[in-house]
């Protein structure tokens, strides 16, 4: 198996290497430059290189601002700069990078990449503030820590600022409904491969004293994990002082479980993984 995902790993990465190689060498490529970013497209697309440029910028400042990394957010310089390569066209960046066709976008953390094509204010207001605070996250946490998927994804999506409102709505009703997941579930899960088709099922926490918790399967446990990460999320940075949610994203990196990092950033309300839980539920119950 191991074998098989190295493979497949180094094909891919050798599928994209060739491919930005030859746009390079066919003169296809353009470049536009800022402080933190290098944009590549092609020739035809230079005022939406522009606004990819402009917007990525700005979310930059912003997404380090909302996490309360603004100490912190003198990085992406120089040699370090983020690259965002846009292709014409959904069907050249499916060939270029052989991803299935309801692929819009892919980052590389590692390496600082984002790969997508031109595709209008889908691009600009959702995948692209997700994947930089991804990659924002990413640096300041780093790969080796144990850090809980939920507040990785949580982090992401709680920068589509665009779709906050329609997120938190739509958490608020999942509760009233007895479909959220308790976080002993969230730390559990892997939705990065959870079949969408799968028969598992997965009970939800108790919101409504008169409604029993409900169990939930296929893609609706994945719908329901991503918008209880946002909200999660949303109620740290939110509800305390961003400097907290800063110390216990620390607390994670340098190796602490995460009771005792929530116990170190949030030591007179959030003392472990169940208050958290309980805290956030009042959270919720306040907005119904």
């Known amino acids: 198996m191991k074998r098989l995902l190295f493979i497949t790993y180094f094909a891919l990465f050798f599928l994209l290497s060739f491919s930005f190689y030859f ?13 933190h970013f290098i ?11 522009r606004e ?27 040699e370090n700069r983020v690259k965002i ?14 991803k299935p066709r309801w692929s819009h976008g892919i980052a590389d953390y590692s390496k600082k990449e ?37 507040l990785d994804e949580g982090v992401a999506q709680w920068e589509e600022k665009a779709m906050r409102n329609v997120r938190k709505n739509r958490v608020v009703e999942l509760a009233r409904k007895n479909k959220l997941f308790s976080l002993a579930e969230m730390m559990r899960l892997d939705v990065r491969t959870f079949a969408g088709e799968s028969k598992d099922e997965i009970n939800s926490v108790n919101f409504e004293s008169d409604r029993q918790p409900q169990s939930v399967k296929g893609n609706d446990v994945v719908d329901i994990y991503y918008l209880e990460a946002f909200s999660l999320v949303g109620f740290l940075v939110e509800q305390y002082d961003p400097r907290d949610f800063v110390t216990f994203c620390r607390q994670l990196r340098d190796g602490k479980n995460i009771d005792d990092a929530l116990r170190f950033a949030y030591p007179a309300s959030i003392r472990s993984v169940d208050d958290l839980e309980k805290q956030w539920k009042n959270y919720i119950a306040d907005r119904r």
């Open 85 to 98: 390569y846009l292709y014409a066209g959904h069907d050249s960046y499916l060939k270029a990078t052989n």
């Open 52 to 78: 990819v440029l402009r917007k990525a910028e700005e979310y930059y400042s912003t997404v380090a601002e909302d996490l309360g990394y603004v100490r912190y957010s003198n990085f992406w310089k120089w």
């Open 114 to 150: 984002i790969i997508s094509y031109v595709w209008g204010q889908g691009f600009l207001n959702a995948l692209l503030p997700h994947e930089l605070a991804h990659l924002i996250f990413r640096d300041f946490v780093g790969f080796k820590s144990d850090i809980p998927l939920w």
């Open 23 to 35: 746009l390079f060498a066919a003169g296809q490529w353009e470049e536009l430059k800022s402080e």
């Open 39 to 49: 944009i590549y497209f092609t020739s035809q697309n230079d005022n939406f290189a």
